[in-house]
């Protein structure tokens, strides 16, 4: 009877005693939550509560296990114990990551809510990611290298790692050597704001928004929904775009290719209602004006401003859009055409050159035998030529 007892008061105890040491953390995680809103610490913690019943079950049965009469946990009592302090170890490093993920996530989010510059927010976010991560890889290592402690004959090996340990980090150094180039560049882009999560970013021609920060790899989301993933390496050692450094605010431009008689003077007016019925426009600035000419069009320019990237996109397309069904509705003639019209006809007498001696400034030029005298015969009495010859 004692052998069945035993077992079910040592288990069944622990048991008992985990759940009502998690309700009551729990009970007053809650409470400090209501009393203190403000502080998210407390809400957070709340998450610690499976990891903390599991370290403490371990260790209630890792205590108590030896007390268990019982004929097979005593042909095994060795090996239940090296289990009970495995489990221990790794539930002791899971209690250790939701505990610093909560108070590093605490601390972002107060410090988020009390800032408005939205570019210290999103540097302050890269920074406290790859913090987190390079917390929970130290605390892995250090459980890995704690659970194989455990193991006998474990000792030996780590002295002879120990004593080996400048051969290995060389050799180590010069096969990982790209690896270890991400790593380091990982640490100059999370603490050297370089580039943050939420930048907008333009790496080779595509554009998009950096969506996660790793110390080896960075994750770009475009704006069609694809995933770009690079080597942090690149943004250490290429030239990149980033269009939310130094502030978010941008000016984009529209061109138009128009005909000679477009009435610019009313496109302008014209552009000016489009903007004010635009919301994506923040009112800086805008203007247009003719930067071009060809034989057959001219080259208008407008330009407007955005808080943002996005917005800059949706005033340049509504801009574009609208001045082009005004052109297409009021102006037609405004719209580039291609001339088919007859040439014209050539004067009697087969005269093509200009009449006179060239000026002075214009002997330079190899045009110059095309130059008739009055008589109508050639500067040098030879055929007029044309081009270079």
């Known amino acids: 009877m004692e052998n069945v007892l035993r077992p079910l008061i040592v288990v069944g105890g622990s048991v008992l005693l985990t759940l009502c040491v998690g309700w009551a953390v729990d009970l007053v995680l809650r409470r400090a939550d209501a009393r203190h809103p403000e502080t998210p610490l407390w809400g957070l913690l709340r998450r610690c509560r499976f990891p903390l019943q599991v370290v403490l079950l371990g260790a209630l049965l890792r205590a108590a296990y030896g007390e268990i009469r019982h004929p097979l946990v005593m042909d095994y009592r060795a090996g239940i114990g090296h289990v009970l302090s495995l489990v221990l170890i790794a539930a002791s490093a899971w209690?250790?990551?939701?505990?610093?993920?909560?108070?590093?996530?605490?601390?972002?989010?107060?410090?988020?809510?009390?800032?408005?510059?939205?570019?210290?927010?999103?540097?302050?976010?890269?920074q406290v990611t790859l913090i987190m991560r390079i917390v929970t890889a130290v605390v892995a290592v250090v459980a890995a290298a704690s659970m194989l402690l455990t193991f006998p004959g474990m000792e030996k090996i780590g002295t002879s790692m120990l004593a080996s340990a400048g051969i290995i980090g060389i050799v180590a150094g010069v096969a990982a050597q790209s690896t270890l180039g991400n790593l380091f560049a990982g640490f100059q882009i999370a603490f050297g704001?370089?580039?943050r999560i939420g930048d907008t970013v333009v790496v080779d021609g595509e554009w998009g928004v950096v969506e996660e920060v790793t110390l080896t790899f960075l994750a770009v989301r475009t704006w069609d929904e694809r995933r770009i993933t690079m080597p942090v390496s690149y943004f250490t050692s290429k030239p990149f775009e980033n269009w939310s450094r130094g502030g978010a605010q941008m000016t984009g431009t529209v061109y138009f290719h128009l005909d000679h008689s477009a009435p610019v003077p009313l496109i302008r007016e014209k552009l000016r209602e489009i903007l004010e019925d635009c919301t994506a426009w923040d009112r800086r600035?805008?203007?247009?004006?003719?930067?071009?000419?060809?034989?057959?069009?001219?080259?208008?320019?407008?330009?407007?401003?955005?808080?943002?990237?996005?917005?800059?996109?949706?005033?340049?397309?509504t801009v574009r859009e609208q001045l082009l069904a005004w052109l297409c509705e009021k102006h037609p003639y405004a719209l580039p055409r291609v001339i088919t019209s007859p040439a014209a006809e050539r004067p009697a007498g087969g005269a093509t050159g200009r009449v006179g001696a060239p000026r002075a400034s214009e002997v330079h030029s190899d045009n110059s035998q095309e130059y008739l005298r009055?008589?109508?015969?050639?500067?040098?009495?030879?055929?007029?030529?044309?081009?270079?010859?």
Do not use: F
């Open 193 to 195: 704001d370089m580039v």
């Open 374 to 389: 009055p008589d109508g015969a050639s500067a040098n009495g030879e055929a007029p030529r044309t081009g270079r010859g």
């Open 285 to 317: 600035d805008w203007s247009l004006a003719v930067t071009d000419t060809t034989p057959s069009t001219i080259q208008v320019r407008a330009v407007v401003t955005a808080k943002d990237a996005d917005d800059i996109w949706t005033a340049r397309c």
């Open 95 to 126: 209690l250790i990551v939701h505990i610093a993920s909560a108070a590093v996530e605490s601390t972002y989010a107060r410090y988020a809510s009390a800032t408005r510059d939205a570019a210290r927010v999103r540097r302050v976010r890269t």
